[in-house]
């Protein structure tokens, strides 16, 4: 992993080194079940939610945040894990980028953490969480995992379909990692990416459980349960 490019930084401004703030918390007004889109404060989309209904006793989510590809949507996040999401009871968030993609493949981290932060503040208000996972495919997942990185005091968990990098400022605890690949990626090259992101990792004490498929820059229905398994057990 090497570090992104120098953002300019201000003192206090944890955003900037990609630390988040939310924490878990009884909720304090219920929200609704089913998919709920969130608007920004000043207009546009600033997220999708789909939430499963509640279970009988009560029991906690455990919230995915998900992270669309360069040029994606909130919906696109949302529908990388929308079809496994009420049978492992799985409350799914899908933050919009600021831009065309998230802003450390920009050069740093800012405004994207200041949002998704805002945005996990918000959820944990309204809904039950007791775990806590990152995810995302593309450049979603080369987010997922840096920032999932950077704070894993809160995230136990990162899903990275098809990364191409990882660059925290600097990691925080030890959240266990899955990545798939597929080996006729020709938008990121496998022996480019995963081969050399996922050893490196495993050199730094990560726990990572790792796929390779045959295919290309896409997500398996059979990689896609295979994360949905690794997730929930």
């Known amino acids: 992993m090497s570090d992104p490019a120098p953002p300019d930084r201000q003192p206090g401004d944890d955003s900037r080194l990609g630390r988040l703030t939310a924490r878990a918390h009884p909720p304090v007004a219920p929200a609704p079940a089913g998919l709920v889109p969130v ?3 000043g207009g546009g989309l600033l997220a999708m939610v789909y939430a499963p209904e509640p279970v009988a ?3 906690a989510y455990r919230l995915v945040v998900l992270l669309h590809g360069a ?3 909130a919906r696109q996040g949302l529908d990388l894990l929308l079809p ?3 049978a492992h009871h799985l409350l799914l968030v899908a933050p919009q980028a600021a831009a065309s993609s998230w802003d450390l493949i920009a050069g740093g981290f800012g405004v994207d953490v ?3 932060d805002g945005l996990l503040a918000g959820v944990f208000d309204g809904y039950p ?3 806590v996972t990152f995810g995302g495919f593309s450049d979603g997942a080369s987010y ?3 920032l999932g990185l950077a704070n894993g005091d809160l995230v136990d968990g990162v899903l990275a379909f098809s990364p191409g990098f990882a660059a925290p400022p600097a990691t925080h ?3 266990r990692i899955f990545v798939s690949h597929g080996v006729d990626d020709r938008v990121l090259p496998i022996d480019m990416c995963s081969r050399r992101l996922v050893p490196h990792l495993h050199d730094l004490g990560y726990d990572v459980t790792y796929e390779e498929f045959p295919g290309g820059h896409e997500i398996p229905t059979p990689v896609r349960q295979s994360a949905a398994t690794w997730l929930t057990t």
Request: net charge positive; proline share 8%; charged share 30%.
């Open 57 to 59: 006793d009560g029991a």
């Open 71 to 73: 040029g994606g949507s």
């Open 173 to 175: 605890g030890r959240p």
């Open 144 to 146: 997922a995992l840096s």
């Open 129 to 131: 969480v007791r775990d």
């Open 114 to 116: 200041r949002r998704i």
């Open 39 to 41: 608007s920004a404060p």
């Open 84 to 86: 496994v999401a009420d």
